[in-house]
Structure formats: C-alpha cells, structure tokens
C-alpha cells in the first residue's frame, strides 16, 4: 500500500502547492509484484502514474500507460515494479517550490507530466501533476485580474468623483496629478499644456522630496517637436521604462533635457479633445487636438510600467479631456445663449411682423384664387391640369357643362377614367409627349354630354421645374376649345371656294387660252409696250390657274372625293419619276437634283406620291440659287428611329405608326425660321408674303402635300437652319411584305 504523507510536510505559506501536489500519492515498494500494483491503479482510476518507493526514497516513475505496455511485452505475474519503472526519476525538492518558473521549466525542459517533490533527506512529499498545476495557474490569474479590475473601477471611481466635484479646470487638474501620484506612488506626475506655438509648460504638479518641481519651467520647441504632437494628437501612448536604454526611442536633446529633473522613467498619455465649436469650418465633422499630457516620472530608479497603471492614466485622460470639452462648451453655450436670446427677441419681432404680413398675403391669395376660378369657370373651354401619373388635379366648370362631371368629381380621377378606354388611346401619344416636356396640340373629336360629337382643339403645355439643376417635369396644362363652328365655317368657305373656282375655271381655260394666241403673234404683232403688258397678263393667267387646280383639288382631297389607289410600288421609282418630271426646270435654274434612293416596296398610289415630292422639288428650285444641288432619299424607318422633330413641332392626330418609309427632299436655299414651321402646312401661309409674287406660288402646295401624305397614314415635317438649307421629311407605310 501506499504510505500516508501529511500535509504539514510542506512548507507553510505554499497555499497553491496544497492544491497542486497530492500528498498521497500512489507509491510502492520496489518489490511489488505488478498484478498488486495494476489491481490498485485499476481501483483508482484518478492516478496517473505510480511511485516505486525504496525506504521512501523515490527510486522510479511508471505511467498507467507503461504498466500496460510492460503486460503486453511479458508475463505480469513474473515481474515487479522496479522492473518496470523509469529511472533516474526527475525530482524537486520541497524548498525549491516558491520558484514558480523553476517547476514549470522542468516540467517544460524534460517534457514530463509528473514531478515527485522530496524533502532535504530525499523522503517522498508528493506529486505534481502538471495538468493540475496549469489549471491552478490559470483559474489564480483570472482570479487576480477581476480582483485587479475591481480595484481599478473603485479607484477610478473615486479619482473621477474628486475631479467632478469641482468646477474648475485648475482644481481639477490639481486634484487629478495629486491623486494618481498617490495612487501610483511615482515621484512625479504632472499635466503640461501645449501652446499655440509648439511650446508647452507644466500647469500642475505633485512630486515627492527630494526631486525638484518642474512646474514653472517652459519646454523648448525642440524638445517636444511637431511629428511627436502628431502622433500624441492621434492618440499614441509612450511607456519608458529607461529613458537612458538605447531602445527608448528618445532624442538625445529630450534625453539631456529630462536628465537634469533625475528621471529615469517615464509614462506618457495624451489629452485629446475635440476642437471648439467656433474652431471647425461650416459643415466639416470636429478633428482631435491635442491639448496636453498627463505624465508620471519615476526617478529613484527604471521602472517597468504595469497595463493596470497605462489604463488607469488613459482612463484619466478622458476624464480630464471630457472635463476641458465640458468647460469649453459650457462657456461656449453660455455665449450662445446670450446671442441667441438677442436673436430671438428680434425673430419675435419679425415673427409678429411675419404673421401679420402672411395674413395679409393668405387673404390676397383666397381673393386672387376665387377671382382666378370665377375666370376659369366662365370661360368656354376646358382647362384642366394634370399631373405626372395622368391624374387631374385640377379642372374648370365647363367640364361639368360639356361632360357632365363636376370638378370634384374629377379631381384625382385619371385621364383614361374620364374619356374612356377608346378616346384615351387615340390622345395616349399627345399625352405621353407632353409629359417628355414637349408642347403638342392636336385636333379630335369629342363626344359632349349632349350625345354629339364636337371638334375640339386641344394644347398641352408641359408643366417644368427647375431642381437641383435639372428640369423636373411636374405634369402639364390642358386646354381644349371647341371649333365645331369654326370647322362648319370652313367647311362653307371650302365649298363655297370650290364652287367659285369650278365656275372660274372654264372662262380662265378660254382666257388662259386666248393670251397663249395671242403671245404667237399670229393674230398680228403688239408694240414693245403692248407685248409686256400680254407677258403680264399671261403670267398671271398661268398663277391663277394654277390657284384654281390647286383649291380644286385640295377640296376634294377634304371631301373624301378623292380616293388613293394604294397597291404596292417601288419608292426609289418613284423618286426618280419626280426627279425627272423637275430636271428641264431645274437645268433652267441651274440647279442639280441628285437622288439616292433605296428600292423599298411601300403601299401608296404612285401618282399623289409623284405629286408630293414634285411640289417639295418645285418648292426647293425656287428657294435655291444657281449651282445649289438638291438631294433626293428614301430609306426604310420604324417611328422610334425618325429623325428628332422641333420640340414645338404640332403633332397631327393619327394612330401608332407601323413600319415606314421615309422620303426625305434636302435643299440649300435660304433655310426656313423656326417659328414657321409649324405654320407653312397650313393653307396660304407662306414665309414672306411677297414670295407668292416673286415666286409664284399659291400658298396651297405644302397643305396639299400634307393631305396627301395623311391620307396615306404618314406624317409630314419639315427641318431647317437659316442661311444653310432646309429638309422636308414626310413618311408613307410600307407594303405588308416589306414590313413583315
């Protein structure tokens, strides 16, 4: 069995190594067979090695592990326990065990995991197990650092209390060097301010006899230069424990300048706060600057500075630093506050004035907004405002006489809602361009509450902002008139134009006739005089018949007479065919027309296309001079790729474009103003009135085109820059193969 060993066998004071050392240890004699030995190690499972004992005196070691092995290798009934263990057995005696660092390094220097402490005659003691004793160590370190940590919170806690039970920056800073110096028991420890300009000077102090007071003295530049004050404003804390060590890092001015005050250690912590209010610039976030330093000076001897006490002096610099930040702002507000309360005396002055004045103007606006709707709501037209998602948000009472709904009623309503599903498709695109930021009118037909259709003009003029340097577009105005009695008056002159020039036209063809007799001279010869006066009067002849055909036809065109034999045909023949048809009085211009046509199938009849691009030829001729050339193309285009149109272009009702083809007559005449364009499709509107004299136009040419190229389901418009030339574009679908 093993022997009994007592605890008193160690030395008092030890109180880990009672933890640590078994003092009953498994220990046997030499002689001991093996199966007794195993039979015991078996019944204690908790050893992890057995002591072979000689008049106790440890003579080996064996771990649970070499006993097994030792059974496998031979008969275990055969063998005793010196046979077994391992000899010499590493030792430590019991007056060594306050060395904590010698036990650990045998442990570490002999890779072993039991020590058997004897006394000074070699008797066995006990056993350490080195799995026991890491575990010891570090359940007693986190034993002393929450013991550390809890003392460091209560001093950090009184010193804190000490600081802010005054309010004064020179108390405080007195009561903080006085209290950490007792604290760390340094000899000295003070606070130095940093000036303006780069030099600084201690402002309190707490040493010990019999070290000399620095306070007083001002630390030169050099001392203390800018890269140091940059690396302390961003936070760096310096621990020397040797100023005089060749790893201190300091300068040798700094080292000859603190030598005379006897330090040979040092500890440095920053105090950081942010910059006044009035300091930072507009909008720009506060910057650290460095105020000072709290530092403590340990002169009898070098001195390694603990975590407990950087922390400590670093939680104290805050303080101090939250301290200085609380006082700035407390004189800063207590300035803020006087100007403010003269401030706001003067606001509440403009305040009353303020209010009085809004009164006024709330009062103006009620007044100007009732005679604004009395305006709107008397005037015979739709007007109507509608927001970015078609939305009416606002509307007058005529829609309530024409539609029957009240503007209550349609406030908020869409416009899809209101004009129904059908009539909203054919605006949709007018609508979807007015909210791009184009203005559009167009002219439709609107069914009234009444059951009967009106004609209706109608204008949108979009709605724009300006945000953030960007056109917002907000929504836009609508306007609508009804022209139901100015189109039944058009209709009347039309008719009663064509009426006058049916019946001019049989005596203007005799009389057109007779002068051409006449100009032959086979009716006899005129004077010089005479024969000018016949060119004259044969010259107008020739306008007015034209005028005549013109008006004839473009009323027919209106009145549905006229029906285009649309079939398909090649478009590039039919720029040729107009190319060739204006060649003779082109040459006689001196003008050259040159065509690129590409060999498209469009569905259209021939003869009005030939027709259209004549008169835009005959249009270019007259506006162009000698040597100018006139080109002539067609190319396939879908709507999406057509060429840009003014944003005051006048959008003409139709459908949603299929595929197209896109003819196109580009001169370099005298070119056409941009508030024209719009107007010259018009009947008799020509760009200078004394062009129908010069010229010889009639003012009906360009609105006969349009006719035409509408009655084929396209679109005609024109492109123009003073002084450079002018294009005419108009569209005509393509044939249902070709767009396929």
């Not at 907000?474 to 009426?499: H, N, P, Q, W, Y």
């Not at 084929?712 to 418009?717: L, M």
């Amino acid at each position: 069995m093993p022997p009994t060993l007592e605890a008193n066998k160690l030395s008092p004071g030890l109180t880990i190594w009672h933890r640590v050392v078994a003092l009953q240890p498994p220990a046997f004699s030499g002689q001991t067979k093996l199966p007794k030995v195993l039979a015991q190690v078996v019944a204690h499972r908790e050893w992890g090695c057995v002591l072979a004992l000689h008049r106790n005196k440890v003579l080996g070691i064996a771990t649970c592990q070499d006993l097994l092995e030792a059974m496998v290798r031979q008969d275990p009934s055969q063998l005793r326990l010196s046979q077994v263990v391992t000899r010499p057995v590493i030792t430590v005696r019991q007056s060594k065990l306050q060395d904590m660092s010698l036990v650990l390094e045998t442990f570490a220097h002999h890779d072993i995991c039991y020590l058997p402490v004897v006394d000074d005659q070699d008797h066995l003691v006990g056993v350490i197990d080195k799995a026991r004793l890491l575990q010891t160590l570090q359940e007693q370190g986190a034993a002393v650092q929450q013991r550390h940590q809890a003392q460091r919170a209560q001093l950090f806690a009184e010193i804190t209390l000490k600081i802010r039970q005054s309010l004064q920056l020179k108390e405080i800073l007195q009561t903080t060097v006085n209290e950490v110096q007792r604290l760390l028991k340094a000899d000295r420890v003070l606070i130095y301010q940093v000036l303006a300009d780069g030099t600084g000077k201690p402002i309190s102090e707490a040493v010990v006899e019999p070290y000399p007071e620095i306070l007083g003295h001002a630390f030169p530049e050099e001392v203390f230069p800018e890269d140091y004050q940059t690396l302390y404003a961003q936070g760096r804390v310096q621990a020397i424990s040797d100023v005089h060590a060749p790893d201190s890092g300091l300068a040798d001015c700094l080292v000859e300048f603190i030598t005379q005050w006897g330090i040979r250690s040092k500890l440095i912590v920053p105090i950081v706060h942010p910059l006044k209010p009035e300091q930072s610039v507009g909008d720009a976030p506060l910057r650290n600057h460095l105020w000072g330093l709290l530092i403590a000076h340990q002169c009898r001897s070098p001195r390694q500075w603990t975590e407990f006490e950087l922390e400590l002096m670093q939680q104290l610099a805050d303080q101090i630093s939250i301290a200085l930040s609380q006082g700035q702002m407390l004189e800063y507000l207590e300035e803020r506050v006087k100007l403010r309360t003269a401030e706001l005396t003067q606001a509440n002055w403009a305040l009353h004035q303020e209010i009085k004045e809004r009164k006024q103007i709330e009062l103006a606006l009620r007044q100007s907004e009732a005679q604004l709707r009395l305006i709107t709501n008397n005037l015979p037209v739709l007007i109507a405002y509608v927001d970015g998602d078609q939305r009416y948000r606002f509307n007058n009472q005529a829609y309530e006489y024409w539609l029957g709904q009240t503007p209550e009623a349609i406030q908020g309503m869409s416009m899809k809602a209101l004009m129904g599903e059908i009539y909203y498709q054919t605006i949709q695109p007018y609508v979807e361009t007015a909210l791009t930021g184009a203005q559009v009118s167009y002219e439709s037909e609107l069914t009234f509450k009444d059951g009967r259709s009106h004609s209706v003009s109608v204008t949108y003029i979009p709605h724009i902002e300006e945000e953030a340097g960007a056109s917002q577009i907000k929504g836009f105005f609508a306007l609508t008139m009804d022209i139901s009695d100015r189109k039944a008056i058009e209709r009347m002159k039309d008719e009663f134009i064509a009426v006058v020039s049916h019946e001019l036209r049989t005596p203007l063809t005799s009389l057109h006739g007779s002068l051409k007799l006449i100009a032959t001279g086979r009716l006899g010869h005129l004077s010089e005089e005479g024969q000018q006066m016949l060119d004259v009067a044969d010259e107008n002849t020739d306008r007015l018949v034209r005028l005549v055909n013109n008006v004839l036809d473009l009323q027919r065109i209106e009145s549905g007479e006229v029906t285009m034999d649309a079939h398909d045909c090649d478009a590039a023949d039919l720029v040729v065919q107009a190319a060739e048809a204006m060649q003779a009085i082109a040459r006689q211009q001196g003008i050259q027309i040159q065509t690129q046509p590409d060999s498209i199938a469009i569905w259209a009849d021939p003869d009005y296309i030939v027709q259209t691009l004549t008169n835009l030829i005959g249009n270019a001729i007259k506006f162009s001079t000698p040597g100018n050339v006139i080109d002539l193309t067609v190319q396939p285009y879908f709507e999406s790729a057509l060429p840009p149109r003014p944003s005051n272009a006048t959008f003409h009702h139709r459908h949603t474009l299929p595929a197209m083809a896109l003819f196109c007559v580009q001169d370099q005449g005298q070119g056409i103003p941009s508030d024209k364009l719009n107007s010259i499709f018009e009947r008799f509107q020509q760009v200078d009135s004394s062009d129908s004299r010069k010229k010889g136009g009639t003012g009906l040419g360009l609105t006969i085109c349009r006719k035409i190229v509408e009655q084929h389901g396209g679109q005609i418009w024109a492109e123009s820059q003073m002084g450079v030339g002018s294009c005419f574009y108009f569209t005509v679908p393509l044939s249902a193969d070709s767009a396929a």
